[in-house]
């Protein structure tokens, strides 16, 4: 641009010179003094516009100097790094970032001392099964309450079975608490359940919580269990009904307002009673003509007594057994055996006999008929592999096999 302007100005004493020449044509040295004064000019504002030239360069160079050492300044910065990785080229990006302001968040409540919350079903699914479902199916209970805060955890299948299913998150013990809502949703109010309802807790395969069946016009049950150090958190649900007309089962029960806290609460208590592990709660190494479920048909006594805690063992024909593949870390397998209502007074055509074998060993006996109470049980499993539970009696009544013998609530301790 200064090279531009000298052109002008060098143009503009021409012009001067010009016109002195024709006003001063008589007189050569005004002539010669205005070239010499001109060129005088010429140079001294070359050199000067040179010396501008190289200052405004200087200038622009400090500048962008500046803001290369901040961008190097960036680059050495970690939270700089990370953010520019998370966002190049990946759709991810911003749930990324989120994640981490939480963190961040979660980090600040609790130097204050602050519970910081965050809902179970925004975590990462480690394990899910096909009969159950995350998602906001069941947002209103059977009281018209609206559960619209975070997803919610309910069996359900395509199938003709109860529904039995359950979903792992992890958890990385970071959390103490755990606290959430179980009720029946409103689609499922004073219905005939195919099934009863079941909810159980794990945290790294050790049971934490085992609610009360729940149906029909039952109120919610609120429940809030310790977490402390978990890493593996474990939900086993079943229970539900058929519309008939092809939708599959509807759930009879939800879990609701699945909240994670870093705050322990001191209302928590561990149930002493509870075992360590379901046995039924693992999956079938083998079986034959036996199902283990909660079904409602067998789960009353002849006394009367309902049964929910753990699912019902009973054969399907004659005899059945299942087996179980377990770790050599429990000593006791206590449960009930019990004959079902439906076969209440009947005449067995075999007897009615549960057998336990422990690695193949039979550790354990027990027949009933058909007019005995309930008996609780243990049997010895200390080094088990392998426990199988055989069953055998019953009868056939209106053309169906009832069983003659159930057994039930099958705790490892």
């Known amino acids: 641009m200064w090279n531009v302007i000298t052109a002008a100005l060098l143009l503009v004493m021409i012009f001067i010179l ?132 975070g997803l919610n955890i309910y069996p359900r299948s395509d199938g003709f079975s109860s529904g039995r299913g359950f979903v792992e998150y992890a958890l990385t013990g970071k959390y103490k608490t755990l606290k959430g809502t179980l009720y029946v949703p409103y689609e499922s109010r004073n219905k005939q359940f195919k099934s009863r309802s079941m909810f159980r807790i794990y945290g790294d395969n050790q049971l934490l919580y085992t609610a009360p069946a729940i149906e029909g016009k039952d109120k919610p049950v609120d429940f809030a269990i310790n977490v402390e150090d978990v890493r593996f958190l474990e939900i086993h649900m079943q229970g539900g009904w058929y519309k008939g007309d092809g939708t599959g089962l509807i759930p009879c029960i939800c879990a609701g307002n699945l909240i994670l806290s870093t705050e322990s609460d001191a209302s928590i208590t561990k149930d002493p009673s509870l075992p360590k592990l379901y046995l039924t709660d693992l999956p079938l190494y083998d079986s034959k003509s036996l199902f283990s479920s909660q079904i409602i048909d067998y789960l009353s006594d002849i006394d009367g007594n309902k049964y929910y805690r753990g699912d019902v063992i009973a054969n399907g024909d004659k005899t059945g057994f299942a087996e179980f593949q377990i770790d050599d870390e429990y000593s006791t397998l206590k449960g009930t055996a019990y004959v079902p209502s439906d076969s209440a007074g009947k005449d067995f055509k075999q007897e009615a006999c549960v057998k336990i074998y422990v690695n193949d060993e039979l550790k354990k006996e027990i027949t009933l008929d058909s007019k005995d109470s309930p008996i609780e049980f243990s049997a010895d499993v200390s080094g088990a592999e392998f426990i199988k539970i055989e069953v055998s009696g019953g009868l056939y009544y209106k053309g169906d096999w009832i069983p003659g013998i159930c057994v039930t609530d099958l705790g490892l301790y």
């Open 18 to 149: 010009y016109a002195i020449k024709k006003s001063r044509a008589d007189n050569p040295l005004i002539l010669a003094f205005a070239g010499v004064i001109l060129l005088i000019m010429t140079y001294l504002f070359s050199k000067n516009a040179g010396e501008l030239w190289l200052h405004t360069n200087a200038s622009a160079s400090t500048i962008s100097a500046s803001e290369k050492t901040h961008s190097v300044s960036d680059d050495n910065d970690p939270q700089k790094k990370e953010a520019d990785h998370l966002s190049d080229g990946n759709d991810d990006a911003h749930t990324a970032v989120s994640d981490t302001t939480i963190n961040s968040d979660d980090q600040e409540d609790i130097e204050d001392g602050k519970p910081a919350e965050t809902y179970l079903t925004s975590l990462k699914q480690t394990e899910i099964n096909k009969f159950i479902k995350v998602d906001k199916y069941c947002e209103k209970d059977n009281r018209g309450d609206i559960y619209s805060q």
